[in-house]
């Protein structure tokens, strides 16, 4: 069940007429497949995002699965993270500093020092990004994914990320990679849906790997 804040056909149809190269993209990678978890938990969200965090998506799977393997039933809970150790979590393949980044996540929401689900959908996406740069290891990259794969914001542009930057240059024929001002200047006709043309991006570099 999809928790996206906007109308999916809505977004693509407003994306394929604000210029060619987009619309080109859209219609060779098909339709936009983002499902947004119905059941939202902050700590499992960001626990998931730490974790992928400069890893590939097949390192970074195994190491999460391991992870759920610390909890019963493998639903991670920061009530229980918030006791392991962190040679626990080095062991299922976390680096130190990722550890000691779940272990602070899982204290900050277990103090109540983060906004519960409900706040945090209230809270516009410049306060989202610097309400979760709170906790260690949380920066704005982390904090656009949370919006875009968990809160289902439509306008979310991670410009720093290199995939991002990739499928900029490709689908405008850039001539080198674009660095993250200028993706931003590239990409600011296609607001109020850059988190779609963003999907769209990585696909580019899906394809190209």
Not at 37 to 63: E, M, R, V
Not at 151 to 166: F, T
């Amino acid at each position: 069940m999809s928790r996206l804040r906007y109308n999916r056909k809505q977004a693509v149809a407003t994306l394929k007429s604000s210029c060619t190269n987009i619309a080109s993209l859209i219609r060779e990678k098909g339709a936009f497949t983002l499902q947004i978890p119905k059941n939202y938990d902050l700590f499992t969200s960001l626990a998931s995002s730490i974790t992928y965090q400069q890893l590939s998506g097949k390192a970074a799977a195994t190491i999460y699965g391991r992870f759920e393997g610390l909890f019963e039933d493998n639903v991670p809970r920061a009530s229980v993270a918030v006791g392991f150790s962190v040679q626990e979590l080095r062991a299922v393949g976390l680096s130190n500093n990722k550890a000691l980044s779940v272990i602070d996540l899982a204290e900050h929401v277990c103090s109540g020092s983060l906004p519960n689900a409900r706040k945090m959908a209230s809270l516009d996406d410049d306060a989202v990004i610097e309400t979760l740069c709170r906790v260690r290891g949380i920066g704005p990259w982390t904090a656009q994914m949370h919006l875009m794969f968990a809160l289902g914001r439509p306008d979310v542009m991670p410009a720093a990320d290199l995939g991002i930057q990739k499928g900029v240059q490709h689908t405008y024929q850039l001539p080198e990679l674009p660095k993250p001002d200028q993706v931003l200047e590239v990409t600011q006709h296609l607001a109020p849906f850059r988190s779609v043309a963003s999907w769209y991006f990585w696909r580019v570099v899906d394809d190209i790997a």
